[in-house]
């Protein structure tokens, strides 16, 4: 067994803290029924679990790629020699697909390549042939006539397994169910596809069960094929594919929270100070969103790579450079939507400050501190909660423009924004390389669409104007 | 009114001040022009003579505030501080640091911008009001329902995706339309006519579902159930009510745009070849020209604040409790 | 004379994510053409569900789900969407609760009547006609300066106005019945009255149906014919109003009566209803009034009352109606009454000249109003205006006035939550005004506030046992147990479990919150509370209970309270002293019994002529005022300067002087001050 040392990046401790602060939330949470109560709206919509299905399976997988690690190579002096390669979980998990590079493009599933290549035969005669795959399809021992009933009985089997994988994943929690809810088995089978009340927890079975019957079969084909092709450079397109989901969730979910603590607490101020607070906090949220968002993340970005690139010393390898690039750009783009939070934080601290329960505790001679901190703070944590989902979805497309205009993440980073970039130089090609754009846009697709459909189940649950009138 | 006007105003150029200072502090003290003069000149021609030199012709070899090797208001006068940063109060965005002038860039780029932004802007907005209507006229059917998750699907889509499927099946597959590039008088039309409709349709969903909200807001309000109490037919309270009402911070939202018109779409432009201030900002950007960036920060600043301003005129024209009290 | 309007077995259910619950359930009623009929309940006893039925204008949560609704030989239940939109407006005319919402705020006026008119007439018509139809309306509704007023938004107009607004719509198509839902809940009390009356002209002249949904039996017994009281979806009691006002029959109505403070006497507890209204989504069995009838028995949990004729023209809905009619009458009368009576210590009577406890002097407090290109100040709205008072240790100094006209800012300009702008407010010897920054915790332990709004004054995120103890800990009181300890005995001390504190405020009723609102209030021992509004948000029922615990505190404790209201019966009960104030200004002031028995100012008459009585034939007040000079302008907005008395432009009896001269405070006897120059 070779030895590891864990390495982590400032970005790795940033997903982790997020991940026990979400745990800790939900802990908090179950404790307080008017906490609890939106939430329980929020799993009663079954779109909107739906939707938390898909997108809890790209949390698990970027959390997966937060686990940085360096092997070791050897043993010198009794000092270990660490390899300078910064691997993740999920770089172990992938390590066949990852290694198997091939020489440039080839299409998905392919057995050769994408473009043509002078070899010699066996004569000694140059010739220009589609030379075979160095990985993919190697087990076919003729190409042409077993790749289609190979591909086929493969995803068959895939796809049997899945059904094996569901059954029993579906019989597990219900026998733990009818256990726990004290029910047999039967009936409680019979409730879930008729109830309406479980329509939610069917929407969840649904779901795991589609994404089973594509999955299963990719993950096993993808052992002998390179399921999505490969790019320029013959690197698996599902491996990049994979990897830029850490840095869109990363971005998606960073970006608002590291200036979320400013946001609020300048919004609250503003909002319940009024005066001269007000006055100073209005002019720079209104100075900071008159600067067209691009604009200004481009020159914050340009002036922070100038910054990068004079002090390569402060930066000991290539990763921790790209990962607090995209730490920098994060907070850029923080800075450039904390504003729209802050206003609607101070629009409802002011709505707040008039109530009689403000009154009441001025009559108490508590401090404006407590009021703030005791007072206002609970009765608008809805709305950063709301600011928190809906704005995922729109950073992690904003990601994507970003790169291209050559302003995003790190160009050694993978990430959605880096693929298409890439990809869309081979748009002329004749035939078109397809996939690599094809795959990026699906798998954002993916991941926006989980997010914004579980951001309105969120938003249905939180917002108090959306609710029905009941007279 | 008049006095409301001019102190919105004098705001707008004091947020300038502050965008001024924004972006001086960001180009100017993050890091030296010598380090700027270093990453464009590269890691390898990099000699100190070669930094003085692109410094003296871009005009950053003098020092920030206070130039004591002058005299008079030339203390004040020959500092990197007035002339990069006050100046673009009047307008004068000097050279490039490729040594073009940007005023004269801006004002030749602005129209390909428009030609773009404008017909997209006239073309979409009545398109997105028109079928947020249906969904709320028909709230709670099937078409609402589904409505609502088409534009749910449709603003999940990267805008990219938009520009590189339409510009391969109408471009390539279909030979429609060129697949990129701009031409002057009516051949642009030609050139144009993909760009705007890819405008026009990467916004439908984020603005659809938006304007859906607001009519329905609207439509749970009291004076709604007055109309109908009155004997009026659906359609009647829609459009003559519920219309009236939400088409207010529609229609000052919508106000707050039309000067970023001018700005221009940046990627769009980009993938299209389009030579408007969308491209000319993002060629800034890649080739790292600081002086068009912060031109284009001021201007952008600038359109934004006219919007805001020319929100608030639309305010006190179109609602009658703005207008009368 | 035949039914106009025929309900029968009339259900509606509303769909909510915890269950299905009927608000209207298996209602059966009918109107005579002509007839004015009230329908009168508590809040979310479903009367205002019952009218929109009748509209087919329910909310979409809402369904009706069974029962005939005939309106002049009409199934409206059998009619199609566009049928019906026939129906409304033409045969069913409704004006709702708060004119202010139910405008459209951006159109003129005259276009919404107009529309109106369009609307209801059958074939195009010449655009003069619209025009005269409009002019007619408003003169009908008797909307001062017409012409005016149909090029105006609903903005610009004053409440009364707006109302009036709506009713000319609702009557544009001339229409046989007319429904009124709440229509003077949301008016002052003077222009209630005009509403009122102008209601009642309407129905004689075009000889209409109302239905007039109410929670105030004053408001029925001012203007209705016949009554039927629901309670929990069903109505529980209908009679002529003239026999049901003489003698109630079911146990709700006639605890409904005796929890009125109108009639009982200072020194009496009201009479209250224990408990709430019971929750609808439960499946009822027996009675529903029965958890909180006094007089249940076996079979009232077992089997649910019919409707019942005790004559031909009254129902009740009460297995033993004769036997409570026997043991109670509505008329107070100590001897039948089972109010218990209070000691009270002092009285207006025999007052002894006790400390003032609190002294305010020549107070002003102006709201700046700011304007011109730096947004300087450039005027102020006067809120109060030179306004001097005394309150006794131990008293209640009951606050009176229409909406706007200050007590609520000079409560608060009392308790410092303001700041004056002039003045001084002597509490305890100390110039509150003035008060230093190390004193202000001493004082504000020693006065406090209890707000309107039991929904707004309870941060919804905090428990009850920490809303309690938050001013304790604020102000560092010390107590000789711990908190907890005191926490638990505040809320033992206004009938609450223990287990309260650690409960939301939303898992409470409206009566519950305010008795905490209360608690909170006491948990740091004040000797002044100023309570603004207490009840005004309650239903009468749980009014009583609130009015009852305030006044056995103030016996407890030796309370002061500063008690503001805008109903004159609840100050009347209340108050030992009572101020009317107008625009910012006293007007009137004096002990309870002077003022209100021999009101003296214009204005004081004026309101307490146009408070409906919940006796007809019987005036609240013992002197029965002229109601001439109801004015027909409703309160103008205390801006400017006005160098007169404020109550000169609505003053019948307006001399020279009065527009010239502010009228200084003159003496009507010991008890009672005037601030007019008629005395």
């Given at each position: 067994m070779t030895h590891y040392r864990l390495d982590f990046l400032w970005s790795d401790y940033l997903v982790w803290s997020i991940v026990s602060a979400v745990i800790i939330y939900a802990w908090y949470v179950q404790k307080y029924p008017h906490l609890l109560s939106p939430w329980k709206l929020v799993v009663c919509n079954s779109r909107g679990m739906a939707a938390a299905t898909v997108f809890l399976v790209f949390i698990v997988i970027s959390c997966a790629d937060s686990i940085h690690y360096r092997s070791e190579l050897s043993v010198q002096d009794g000092k270990s020699v660490y390899s300078t390669e910064l691997n993740s979980a999920l770089d172990l998990i992938l390590e066949p697909i990852k290694k198997n590079r091939e020489k440039t493009y080839s299409a998905p599933?392919?057995?050769?390549?994408f473009s043509k290549e002078t070899v010699k035969n066996e004569l000694g005669h140059d010739q220009r042939i589609f030379p075979r795959l160095r990985?993919?399809?190697?087990?076919?021992?003729?190409p042409v006539a077993d790749w289609l009933p190979d591909i086929f009985k493969k995803s068959l089997s895939g796809i049997l397994m899945a059904c094996v994988i569901w059954l029993f994943g579906f019989l597990v929690v219900l026998s733990v169910m009818s256990r726990l809810k004290k029910t047999p088995i039967k009936k409680l089978y019979a409730s879930i596809w008729s109830d309406s009340s479980m329509s939610a927890f069917r929407a969840v079975c649904i779901t795991i069960a589609i994404m089973l019957l594509i999955g299963v079969p990719l993950v096993y084909l993808a052992s002998y094929y390179h399921v999505f092709g490969t790019d320029k450079v013959g690197q698996d397109v599902c491996y990049q594919a994979l990897k830029s989901i850490r840095t869109g969730m990363v971005i998606g979910l960073l970006a608002t929270i590291v200036t979320l603590p400013i946001a609020v607490l300048l919004g609250v101020m503003a909002g319940y100070l009024r005066g001269w607070v007000d006055d100073c906090i209005q002019y720079i949220y209104t100075t900071l969103s008159s600067i067209p968002s691009v604009l200004l993340i481009a020159a914050s970005v340009l002036m922070m790579q100038v910054y990068i690139e004079n002090h390569?010393?402060?930066?000991?390898s290539a990763e921790s450079r790209a990962d607090i690039r995209l730490l920098a750009l994060c907070v850029i783009l923080g800075m450039t939507s904390w504003t729209g939070l802050c206003r609607l934080l101070r629009g409802e601290s002011m709505r707040l400050r008039e109530l009689e329960y403000i009154q009441a505790a001025h009559a108490f001679a508590v401090s404006d501190w407590r009021i703030m901190m005791q007072h206002i703070l609970p009765n608008v944590m809805h709305i950063v909660i709301m600011a928190l989902v809906m704005d995922f979805s729109g950073l992690v497309l904003a990601e994507a423009v970003l790169s291209y205009v050559g302003v995003?993440?790190?160009?050694s980073m993978m990430s959605f924004g880096t693929m298409i970039n890439s990809a869309r130089l081979e748009m002329a090609r004749e035939p078109m390389v397809w996939w690599s754009l094809s795959v990026a846009f699906t798998f954002m697709l993916l991941l926006v669409l989980a997010a914004n459909i579980f951001a309105d189940a969120v938003r249905e649950a939180f917002d108090p104007r959306l609710k029905a009138k009941v007279p | 009114m008049g006095a409301y006007l001019f102190r919105r105003i004098l705001y707008g150029i004091l947020v300038l001040v502050g965008v001024n200072m924004i972006t001086f502090g960001l180009f100017f003290f993050v890091n030296s022009p010598d380090d700027m003069a270093r990453a464009q000149l590269?890691?390898?021609?990099?000699t100190p003579a070669a930094v003085e030199k692109w410094k003296v012709e871009r005009g950053y070899?003098?020092?920030?505030?206070?130039?004591?090797?002058?005299?008079g208001f030339a203390k004040v006068n020959e500092t990197i501080f007035y002339e990069k940063s006050i100046k673009l109060f009047a307008f004068?965005?000097?050279?490039?640091?490729?040594?073009?002038n940007i005023g004269f860039d801006i004002a030749n780029r602005m129209w390909p911008s428009l030609a773009v932004q404008l017909p997209a802007f006239m073309i979409g907005l009545p398109i997105y009001l028109s079928f947020a209507l249906l969904m709320a006229f028909l709230r709670s059917t099937y078409v609402d329902i589904w409505g609502v998750l088409l534009c749910v699907l449709m603003m999940s889509i990267s805008v990219m995706f938009y520009i590189i499927a339409g510009q391969y099946f109408?471009?390539?597959?279909?030979?429609?339309?060129?697949i990129s590039g701009y031409d002057t008088g009516f051949d642009a039309i030609k050139f144009l006519a993909l760009p705007i409709l890819i405008s026009v349709i990467s916004g439908l969903g984020s603005n659809a579902r938006w304007y859906r909200t607001i009519f329905l807001e609207e439509m749970s309000k009291d004076y709604v159930r007055t109309a109908r109490a009155k004997g009026l037919p659906e359609h009647k309270v829609l459009f003559v009510h519920v219309l009236k009402n939400a088409l207010i911070p529609i229609l000052t939202g919508v106000v707050a745009l039309i000067p970023m018109?001018?700005?221009?779409a940046l990627i769009t432009e980009s993938f299209f070849g389009i030579p408007g201030l969308g491209s000319y900002t993002i060629d800034a950007i890649t080739q790292q020209d600081f002086a068009i960036v912060r031109a284009m920060v001021f201007l952008g600043s600038v359109l934004y604040i006219i919007g805001l301003i020319l929100t608030d005129i639309s305010y006190t024209l179109v609602d009658p409790r703005v207008r009368l009290s | 004379m035949s039914n106009l309007l025929k309900v029968e077995d009339l259900q509606a259910r509303i769909d909510t994510p915890s269950g299905r619950l009927f608000p209207v359930d298996r209602l059966s009623f009918s109107i005579r053409s002509g007839e004015t009929f009230a329908l009168v309940g508590e809040s979310g006893c479903g009367k205002s569900m019952t009218a929109l039925s009748i509209m087919r204008l329910?909310?979409?949560?809402?369904?009706?789900?069974g029962g005939l609704i005939e309106l002049d030989g009409v199934?409206?239940?059998?009619?199609s969407e566009s049928e019906m939109r026939a129906q409304r407006g033409r045969r069913v005319g409704i004006i709702f609760q708060d004119p202010g919402l139910s405008?459209?705020?951006?159109?003129?006026i005259g276009k919404q009547i107009a529309e109106a008119v369009l609307s209801a007439s059958t074939s195009g018509v010449a655009n003069n006609y619209v025009h005269d139809k409009v002019m007619s309306l408003l003169q009908d509704v008797q909307m001062p300066n017409p012409e005016q007023c149909v090029h105006e938004?609903?903005?610009?107009?004053?409440g009364g106005m707006k109302q009036r607004a709506m009713i000319a719509m609702a009557l544009a198509g001339d229409p046989l019945l007319l429904i009124a839902d709440?229509?003077?809940?949301?008016?002052d009390v003077t222009v209630q009255k005009q509403i009122l009356q102008l209601l009642k002209r309407l129905q004689r002249a075009r000889d209409m149906a109302i239905l007039l949904i109410t929670h105030d039996l004053g408001v029925v017994a001012e203007v209705a014919d016949h009554i039927a009281v629901m309670y929990a979806g069903q109505i529980i009691e209908t009679s002529t109003v003239a026999d049901f006002f003489k003698q109630p029959h079911h146990p709700y109505s006639q605890k409904l009566f005796k929890s009125l403070?109108?009639?009982?006497?200072?020194?009496q507890q009201l009479a209250v209803i224990p408990g709430?209204?019971?929750?609808?989504?439960q499946d009822f069995?027996?009675?529903?009034f029965v958890e909180r009838?006094?007089?249940?028995?076996?079979r009232c949990f077992q089997q649910l009352p019919l409707l019942l004729?005790?004559?031909?023209s009254r129902q009740v809905r009460c297995h033993f109606w004769k036997d409570t009619v026997v043991c109670s009458?509505?008329?107070?009368c100590p001897a039948l009454d089972d109010g218990k009576h209070l000691v009270i210590t002092?009285?207006?009577?025999?007052?002894?000249?006790?400390?003032?406890?609190l002294q305010v002097k020549q107070l002003k407090l102006y709201y700046p109003r700011y304007g011109g290109l730096f947004r300087?100040?450039?005027?102020?709205?006067?809120?109060?205006?030179d306004v001097s008072l005394t309150v006794a240790q131990g008293q209640t100094l009951g606050l009176v006035g229409e909406s706007g006209c200050g007590k609520s800012s000079l409560g608060k300009a009392i308790l410092r939550l303001l700041k004056p702008t002039a003045g001084q407010v002597v509490f305890n010897g100390m110039d509150v005004a003035q008060i230093a920054a190390s004193d202000m915790p001493s004082f504000r332990q020693q006065a406090q506030i209890i707000f309107q709004d039991p929904f707004a004054s309870?941060?919804?995120?905090?428990?009850i046992g920490e809303i309690l103890a938050e001013g304790i800990e604020s102000l560092k009181i010390i107590h000789s147990g711990d908190l907890q300890d005191r926490v638990e005995q505040l809320l033992h001390m206004v009938?609450?479990?223990?287990?309260?504190?650690?409960?939301?405020?939303?898992?409470?009723?409206g009566g519950q919150r305010q008795r905490i609102a209360i608690t909170r209030a006491l948990s740091v021992n004040p000797s002044l509370i100023v309570?603004?509004?207490?009840?005004?948000?309650?239903d009468v029922s749980v009014q009583a209970q609130i009015l009852n615990l305030l006044r056995q505190l103030q016996s407890e404790k030796q309370l002061t309270y500063v008690f503001i209201s805008h109903n004159i019966s609840v100050v009347r009960y209340m108050a030992d002293e009572i101020a009317v104030m107008y625009l910012g200004r006293i007007v009137e002031r004096g002990a309870t019994a002077s003022v209100l028995g021999s009101p003296k100012h214009p204005y004081t008459q004026t309101l307490l002529a146009a408070v409906p009585a919940a006796?007809?034939?019987?005036?609240?007040?013992d002197k029965a005022v002229d109601?001439?000079?109801?004015?027909?302008?409703d309160m103008r907005l205390p801006a400017g300067k006005s160098a007169?008395?404020?109550f000169y432009s609505r003053c019948?009896?307006?001399?020279?002087?009065c527009s010239q001269l502010q009228p200084v405070e003159r003496k009507v006897n010991v008890h009672h001050t005037v601030n007019c120059h008629l005395y």
């Open positions: 599933f392919a057995t050769h390549l990985f993919g399809g190697t087990h076919l021992a003729d390569t010393e402060l930066f000991p995003g993440v790190d160009t | 590269g890691l390898k021609r990099v070899d003098k020092p920030l505030f206070v130039n004591n090797a002058v005299q004068e965005f000097g050279e490039s640091d490729q040594g073009r109408f471009g390539k597959l279909w030979n429609l339309v060129p018109l001018f700005m221009g | 329910l909310p979409e949560v809402a369904h009706i789900v199934n409206l239940l059998s009619l405008l459209n705020p951006v159109m003129t938004y609903p903005f610009q107009l004053s709440e229509p003077t809940t949301a008016l403070p109108d009639r009982a006497r200072h020194d709430a209204v019971p929750d609808l989504s069995i027996g009675c529903r009838c006094d007089h249940h028995q076996e004729a005790t004559n031909e009458s509505i008329m107070p002092q009285s207006t009577e025999n007052l002894v000249p006790a400390p003032p406890l300087r100040e450039i005027g102020v709205m006067k809120a109060v205006e309870l941060n919804p995120r905090i428990r009938g609450l479990e223990p287990s309260a504190k650690v409960r939301y405020p939303h898992e409470f009723s309570c603004d509004e207490p009840t005004s948000a309650l006796y007809p034939a019987q005036q609240l007040f109601t001439l000079h109801l004015a027909h302008s007169g008395c404020a019948t009896f307006a001399r020279a002087e």
